[in-house]
């Protein structure tokens, strides 16, 4: 039961966390800062110029109901990822049937527009369908993962630029001494889990780069501090037991009025991953503008500075080898029901605005991929 004393301090945090986001949003909202790009060419040219892979996630339906949407991904990316399409719960309509439709025709898609392709993902605990509670337990589940892993990654194989082979699996929080998330993967097969994966898609598809993804690893704040160490003693325990990871996927959805960005950290991060022999990948990028004003002058300026700011520290780190927005257009976004803004205003955490047209979050990454050091 809460008592008064509690009651209070709440009040107080509350509080402060509002104080908090106006003076981070007078911080990071700076009218003098132009975000001027010269070249006029798509932002693929911008990174590939630098050896560098951009690319987004795009949804099935939306690019065939869509064809002017269809036109920006094929103008804007050189690397697709479906943002549904590979899942468990699209993928698997009954335990005993695969139904590729959808995935099948974005992959089509890509290769008619010269993209590359990424999967995501094959091991998660969320977008389960709806038999895997009543189908799957211990005796079985090390079947139905070999088995789905095996059938999706050989549907692809030697056409699959990478992998994300497990996607959000630590979470300190679980308070267990590896820092794993109690899913339902860890409790019907145990910590190996992780490393059987790898081992059954790099089987099945040796080609493709197979990558650990996680999310709440960006910040300079204790929770994303202990994931970053939870996350990188899993990537040593994993290359030290010979698993065949090749790199982490950082999803990277930014926050626009979050200042707790230490670059020296993120790169220190960025070196240790990189020193594993792994390559990094940032897989959703995108940037939460719940809370800015509502002004799109000042609410874009913000985006772009984070975009800019979080890519010029991300990219001079010479692992990084692909930015991938979490969507192209404001005119979808995951965030417009997950984080939708309070005055019902859409949202605006993309590249391009609902209408197609290119915001400055669009110069701050195309200026960011200017300045990056060759790969
Ligand atoms: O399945 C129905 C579909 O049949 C129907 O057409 C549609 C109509 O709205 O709803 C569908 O369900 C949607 C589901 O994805 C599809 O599986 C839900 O509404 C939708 O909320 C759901 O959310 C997705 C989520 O992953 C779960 O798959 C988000 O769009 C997608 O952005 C999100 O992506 C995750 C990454 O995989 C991992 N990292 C975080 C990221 C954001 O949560």
């Known amino acids: 039961m809460l008592g008064l004393g509690s009651l209070s301090s709440v009040g107080v945090i509350a509080t402060a966390k509002t104080k908090y986001q106006s003076d981070q949003i007078k911080l990071l909202d700076n009218p003098k800062r132009t975000f001027k790009v010269f070249g006029g060419i798509t932002l693929r040219k911008h990174a590939s110029a630098r050896g560098i892979l951009y690319g987004a996630a795009a949804r099935e339906d939306l690019l065939v109901s869509n064809p002017e949407l269809a036109t920006s991904y094929a103008q804007q990316c050189g690397i697709l990822v479906p943002e549904w399409e590979l899942k468990w719960n699209i993928l698997r309509p ?18 008619t527009h010269g993209m590359l392709f990424r999967g995501h ?18 005796q079985n589940a090390q079947k139905f993962l070999v088995e789905h892993i095996t059938t ?21 929080n679980d308070n267990r001494a590896d820092g794993l998330k109690n899913t339902p993967w860890l409790q019907f097969l145990g910590p190996d889990y992780i ?53 982490l996927g950082i999803q990277s959805h930014l926050t626009g009025y979050e200042t707790h960005f230490n670059p020296k950290k993120l790169r220190r991060f960025l070196a240790d991953v990189a020193s594993l022999g792994l390559k990094i990948l940032i897989t959703e990028l995108d940037v939460v503008d719940q809370k800015l004003p509502a002004a799109f002058t000042v609410r874009d300026r913000i985006v772009a500075a984070t975009y800019e700011d979080y890519l010029s520290v991300v990219l001079a780190e010479p692992a990084v080898i692909a930015v991938l927005t979490w969507g192209l257009s404001d005119r979808y976004t995951w965030h417009s029901t997950y984080a939708p803004r309070s005055d019902k205003a859409a949202v605006r955490p993309l590249p391009l605005d609902s209408q197609l047209k290119p915001k400055l979050a669009w110069n701050a990454m195309a200026r960011a991929f200017d300045k990056a050091p060759r790969r």
């Open 195 to 247: 490393d059987l994966a790898f081992r059954v898609a790099a089987q099945a598809d040796p080609k493709a780069l197979l990558v650990y993804n996680d999310y709440g690893l960006e910040y300079d704040n204790p929770k994303d501090e202990a994931k970053r160490t939870a996350v990188l003693k899993l990537l040593e325990r994993l290359k030290s037991k010979g698993t065949p990871i090749h790199g």
């Open 94 to 111: 009954a335990p005993d049937k695969f139904d590729f439709t959808k995935a099948d025709w974005l992959a089509k898609f890509a290769h």
């Open 152 to 172: 999706v990654t050989k549907h692809y194989a030697g056409h699959m630029h990478s992998w994300d082979v497990v996607n959000e699996a630590i979470e300190p």
């Open 121 to 138: 993902t094959l091991v998660w605990h969320e977008a389960l369908p709806p038999w895997f509670n009543s189908t799957v337990n211990q």
